[in-house]
């Protein structure tokens, strides 16, 4: 082969490989355009449909009682029992722990000895009392007879004066036995007194239960000195409990009382019915949030006080409404807005929407039953409004 020929057979080659790559990648464009352009795009599609939308308040609590009492002596004293532990049931006016009572007791028997020599001293001037009106009598009776004899004659005024002197005496010892048996009565009362304060203090050095209900607190011991108010046990009624759960300012307007609920216990499968039994009137500063009580229609399972719990609360109902999945629901700067199908194309819509359950939104404006509304790929990932889609 002649050198020209070589030449031209070199040249034709490069040329063949230089075109078959600008055809690769003309190829490879063309692909890339038409996945990105013109592909239909794989998408979940869902039908809005018409069925029943709940809304519902969530909030995070803890398990109160509606009774709780910190409950102690009345008085100053030294522990003697504790007769409940913590974990104990007790029934209303259950003895729960006493103080020691010796020096109660011997103040007591003192007071009732005051009472007895009162009583003794009582009936010595009741005697004396009966021997002074003998006396007086008989002196009366003497002055009587020497005032007749006087008149007669009979006796000079010296014996009529000690008769009348007589009576002056025996007068005024009566009078002193009244003064000394009104002021010994006196002191029967005060003594009966001292002695039911001291029989009240022995009652009062037992501690009683003031409502059924569980200890879960003993924070005192015996040979604890206790003061007045101090706190021996904590009782709560299990049987009267709610659920204080915080929730979001912003459902305040749509509670009110009686509104049907559940409680979720940890670990619980199912939850427990309950209902809004209060509303708090102040919101928490910080947080934004209000305070409401769900009390639940009855509990089977045990349950801690302080224990955590979520309720939810219905607030709303609305049936067979048109109604598309939360999920498909998306939000920019403008505002909220979905992806649906419009002859075959995908296309931005802005529907107006109603109440929000917890799977589905309700549609006022903008869909009709039946339309197709599209899921994107991912969370964050928007759909390309004017491609064709199809269903994986």
């Known amino acids: 082969m002649s050198s020209s020929a070589s030449t031209v057979l070199r040249r034709a080659l490069g040329y063949a490989r230089r075109s078959l790559w600008i055809v690769i990648v003309a190829g490879v464009a063309l692909f890339v355009a038409w996945a990105r352009l013109w592909k239909p795009v794989e998408v979940e599609a869902v039908a809005v449909d018409r069925g029943d939308i709940t809304q519902e308040a969530f909030g995070r609590g803890t398990i109160e009682s509606q009774r709780e009492a910190a409950v102690g002596f009345d008085m100053v004293g030294r522990l003697s029992e504790v007769l409940v532990d913590e974990g104990t049931r007790v029934t209303l006016g259950q003895e729960l722990a006493r103080l020691e009572t010796n020096q109660a007791e011997a103040d007591l028997r003192s007071a009732q000895t005051g009472v007895d020599a009162a009583r003794s001293s009582l009936l010595r001037l009741a005697a ?3 021997r002074a009106r003998v006396l007086l009598v008989g002196a009366e009776r003497e002055l009587t007879r020497s005032q007749a004899l006087f008149d007669a004659g009979a006796i000079p005024a010296s014996e009529r004066d000690a008769a009348s002197d007589k009576v002056r005496v025996a007068r005024a010892d009566l009078n002193s036995v009244l003064a000394q048996r009104s002021e010994a009565t006196r002191g029967i009362d005060v003594a009966a007194g001292g002695a039911e304060q001291r029989r009240v203090a022995m009652v009062r050095a037992t501690l009683l239960a003031p409502f059924a209900g569980l200890v879960t607190r003993r924070l005192r011991e015996p040979g604890d000195t206790v003061a007045v108010g101090s706190t021996v046990l904590r009782i709560v009624d299990t049987d009267r409990v709610f659920v204080n759960a915080a929730m979001d300012e912003t459902v305040l307007a ?15 499968k199912t939850p427990v019915p309950g209902a809004v039994s209060k509303i708090s009137y102040e919101a928490d500063r910080q947080t934004h949030e209000v305070f409401v009580e769900v009390t639940p229609e009855r509990l089977d399972r045990r349950v801690a006080i302080g224990q955590r719990a979520d309720v939810r609360v219905v607030v709303a109902v609305r049936q067979q409404v048109l109604r598309v999945p939360v999920r498909l629901v998306h939000h920019d700067e403008v505002g909220p807005f979905v992806y649906a199908d419009r002859n075959g194309k995908i296309e931005l819509i ?5 109440l929000t359950g917890a799977e589905h939104v309700e549609v006022t404006e903008g869909l009709e039953e039946g339309d197709k509304v599209l899921a994107a790929p991912a969370k964050g990932i928007s759909l390309p409004v004017g491609r064709k889609w199809k269903a994986p």
Not at 350 to 354: A, C, L, M, S, Y
């Open 128 to 130: 004396a009392e009966e």
């Open 254 to 268: 749509l509670l009110a009382h009686e509104q049907p609920g559940a409680i979720w216990f940890p670990g619980a």
């Open 350 to 354: 802005r529907p107006k929407f109603g």
